[in-house]
């Protein structure tokens, strides 16, 4: 897919190195980094927008267009300090990239008043939607922090081990509660996301 020149991106560093001292061990909140870009569409009425949506809007990996899309991506870094064959963590990094395409309406200034409001009133329901998409990688990294923090000292190949697995485990957990929430809401649309 192809992204406008000059979509306006808003990044935000949310939570950047609150950092806890606790027994001597560097912590620190997940850093956040929000993205939201823009893909323009137009028409004016219902069927032209709609359209419009399944023409331009976002590739899904199941090859189906969707009319916005919210990915995440989670990283996380820490350090051990090796004691009497058991290694403690002493730091820990954890970060979440988030990732928001949305549509742009083009011509919202040509419509008329109450095919306006309909737009707004979609555009605010499909927002929302990816909202709780993006509520969902910031828990998954927050709950990858708390896993970090929370691990006691043991033999060093067990640690790395444990540490992988488990965060691995929480992605999983976090995209699974995703897919849910899509096919509980059908991508939104008992929610009010829908262009009618």
């Known amino acids: 897919m192809k992204l406008i020149t000059g979509a306006i991106k808003h990044f935000i560093r949310g939570l950047l190195w609150v950092s806890v001292i606790h027994s001597g061990i560097l912590f620190s909140a997940p850093v956040v980094n929000l993205k939201t870009?823009?893909?323009?569409?137009?028409g004016t009425d219902i069927v032209g927008i709609h359209k419009s949506l399944q023409?331009?809007?976002?590739?899904?990996?199941?090859?189906?267009?969707?009319?916005?899309?919210?990915?995440?991506?989670i990283s996380w870094n820490y350090r051990w300090i090796e004691s009497k064959?058991?290694?403690?963590?002493?730091k820990t990094?954890?970060?979440?990239?988030?990732?928001?395409?949305?549509?742009?309406?083009?011509?919202?200034d040509r419509l008329n008043e109450n095919m306006r409001t309909t737009w707004d009133r979609y555009l605010t329901a499909l927002?929302?939607?990816?909202?709780q998409h993006q509520a969902f990688g910031l828990q998954a990294a927050t709950e990858i922090e708390q896993l970090?923090?929370?691990?006691?000292?043991?033999?060093?190949?067990?640690?790395?081990?444990?540490?992988?697995?488990?965060?691995e485990q929480i992605?999983?957990?976090?995209?699974?509660?995703?897919?849910?929430?899509?096919?509980?809401?059908?991508?939104?649309?008992?929610?009010?996301?829908l262009l009618q």
């Open 37 to 42: 870009s823009y893909y323009d569409i137009t």
């Open 55 to 73: 023409q331009k809007g976002p590739l899904g990996k199941n090859g189906k267009r969707y009319h916005a899309s919210t990915q995440w991506n």
């Open 85 to 90: 064959k058991q290694c403690r963590l002493n």
């Open 93 to 108: 990094e954890t970060s979440v990239n988030v990732d928001m395409l949305l549509p742009r309406l083009r011509n919202r």
């Open 127 to 131: 927002t929302a939607h990816e909202k």
């Open 148 to 167: 970090l923090r929370n691990t006691p000292a043991m033999d060093c190949f067990a640690l790395e081990t444990r540490l992988n697995n488990q965060a």
């Open 171 to 193: 992605l999983n957990k976090y995209k699974t509660l995703e897919e849910s929430f899509d096919r509980e809401t059908e991508h939104g649309a008992r929610d009010g996301v």
